[in-house]
């Protein structure tokens, strides 16, 4: 017997906004269903909305469409900053977007979890899969520092860890504009302080975040999204490592950027950001 979810009103509208070739069953050629989707961003519309109230910021500096990669910071134990990136385009983007995410290879052994994450848009994290997506204008959503950034403890949640450079070449590659972003609050709604590595190994994932009350479940906590000015490379994606290492440095700077403004804008330092716009501190966009 098939189970059907409630979908909000608002929900159902935006999809129906989507550029996205749903066919007649609401399947898209990458397998993205719309029966999954509506009751996806229902849950995460309470918790986008309601539970956390999330602050955008920039978020007009997201082309409305065609291809482009969202590229940003971790923060949390567990995949909330992708949620929240999705949620913010989909929910305050005229039309909304989706965010395509490019998924950990371990959720494929998790039972469900595959099929959950690919119905809804997140492919698995292979370089093809990215390709094909922005090939037909997609929007792509990266975390850079993989699994090492959702192992950031409590008191390194500001900071970034080591950036692959995978991403810098596809952009080339792909011709594809870049806009940065930070997320921050993560680390407040799931405070790391340990991560139990043999744990997790048993339970076939990169390891298990441990909070003071244990289980890695999210309270509620002020979330931000800042997103930054595009950043366009020119190249073929093929390179020497030491000129596409130098532009993954301008891309970490400006996201770390990003994380500083955030951070004088949640003590409440709002004058002199005003005084010298939203992206103080922000190098403006590179054009290489």
């Given at each position: 017997m098939r189970v059907s979810f409630p979908v909000d009103s608002e929900v159902r509208e935006r999809l129906e906004q989507?550029?996205?070739?749903?066919?007649?069953?609401?399947i898209d050629p990458f397998g993205v269903s719309k029966a999954y989707l509506g009751p996806s961003f229902t849950l995460l519309k309470f918790f986008f909305r309601r539970y956390f109230s999330v602050h955008t910021l920039g978020i007009e500096h997201v082309p409305q469409h065609g291809r482009c990669m969202l590229v940003g910071n971790h923060s949390g134990g567990i995949a909330l900053d992708a949620a929240m990136v999705s949620a913010s385009q989909f929910f305050e983007m005229n039309p909304p977007r989706l965010a395509h995410g490019m998924a950990e290879r371990f959720l494929g052994k998790i039972p469900f979890a595959s099929q959950l994450t690919h119905r809804c848009g997140h492919l698995t994290g292979l370089p093809e899969h990215a390709e094909r997506l922005l090939a037909q204008d997609r929007l792509l959503m990266v975390f850079p520092e993989g699994a090492r950034g959702t192992a950031k403890l409590f008191k390194e949640r500001y900071s970034l860890v080591h950036f692959g450079t995978g991403f810098v070449r596809l952009a080339m590659k792909m011709k594809t504009p870049i806009v940065p972003f930070a997320f921050l609050g993560g680390g407040?709604?799931?405070?790391?302080i340990a991560n139990a590595v043999s744990l997790g190994k048993l339970l076939g994932v990169p390891y298990i975040p441990v909070t003071p009350w244990v289980v890695a479940l999210p309270i509620p906590a002020r979330l931000d999204i800042i997103y930054s000015e595009p950043m366009t490379f020119e190249g073929t994606?093929?390179?020497?490592?030491?000129?596409?290492?130098?532009?993954?440095d301008r891309v970490k700077k400006r996201i770390a950027d990003l994380i500083e403004t955030g951070r004088r804008l949640?003590?409440?330092?709002?004058?002199?950001?005003?005084?010298?716009?939203?992206?103080?501190?922000?190098?403006?966009?590179?054009?290489?």
């Open positions: 989507l550029e996205i070739p749903f066919n007649a069953d609401g407040e709604a799931i405070p790391t994606g093929f390179e020497e490592d030491d000129v596409v290492l130098a532009y993954v949640r003590r409440g330092d709002v004058a002199q950001l005003t005084n010298s716009g939203p992206h103080a501190g922000v190098a403006g966009g590179a054009h290489t």
